[in-house]
């Protein structure tokens, strides 16, 4: 079974460019996660994606933004990119049928730069 | 503030040497589960601890939850080059349905 992909792996762009980052779960998973991990803040939760809504999010602000598809591939976009946005974005998937199986596998990771 | 505070954040020791890392809080978790994360790849989950004072072994590595369910720690005996990498411990606090993790121990183990 193949695992949780990430598009594109590296990304160069300078400040106030938006950007889109893709995820493909592990076939047959309905939730997708995406943390952003920096040196100084360590991984942290940006949202879940359940069923095609946003199930949960965490403190980032409204430039975070996040979609899933009938598929359950996810996307994430981030607008009027800033400096500081420059981190590692990873995505994970679990297969979480009401709840049942919450174990997340991670994918690769986007890391992005901004100039 | 971390929810969830791991140390030592760097750890740099010989094969051979055995080691143990912490991840405390004080906030009480259902559940704490460890990963193992690689340069350039995402985090590899190790082990799930869901019971207060559960002990878990994965050959070399063992894993203790905390009986008030607020700490936890890993601990590799005879550690080796190919155990090299970030540790995260992760959880959901209170009924919170947010992961949080901690910032993590860096391990390096030399041949």
């Known amino acids: 079974k193949a695992g949780v992909t990430q598009t594109p792996r590296y990304l160069i762009k300078t400040r106030g460019q938006q950007v889109t980052l893709s995820c493909s779960p592990i076939?047959?998973?309905?939730?997708v996660s995406w943390y952003q991990q920096t040196p100084g803040q360590g991984l942290q939760f940006l949202f879940e994606y359940f069923s095609e809504t946003q199930r949960n999010k965490g403190n980032f602000p409204g430039r975070f933004s996040g979609r899933q598809f009938s598929n359950s591939r996810s996307e994430m976009n981030v607008s009027t990119l800033e400096l500081g946005d420059s981190a590692l974005y990873l995505c994970?998937?679990?297969?979480?049928?009401?709840?049942?199986?919450?174990?997340?596998?991670f994918g690769p990771g986007t890391r992005l730069l901004v100039l | 503030t971390q929810l969830l505070e791991q140390s030592p954040q760097f750890l740099s020791i010989q094969e051979g040497e055995n080691l143990t890392v912490y991840c405390n809080s004080s906030s009480v978790f259902s559940s704490l589960q460890w990963y193992r994360q690689e340069p350039g790849e995402g985090p590899v989950l190790l082990v799930t601890?869901?019971?207060?004072?559960e002990v878990k072994k994965l050959k070399r590595l063992t894993f203790q939850f905390g009986d008030a369910r607020k700490d936890s720690s890993l601990h590799i005996t005879a550690a080796q080059p190919g155990d090299t990498g970030l540790y995260l411990c992760?959880?959901?606090?209170?009924?919170?349905?947010?992961?949080?993790f901690g910032r993590g121990t860096s391990l390096i183990v030399h041949p």
């Open positions: 992760a959880g959901e606090a209170g009924g919170s349905y947010i992961p949080t």
């Open positions: 601890v869901v019971t207060g004072g």
């Open positions: 994970a998937s679990s297969l979480n049928p009401d709840r049942g199986d919450e174990t997340q596998y």
């Open positions: 076939s047959g998973h309905r939730s």
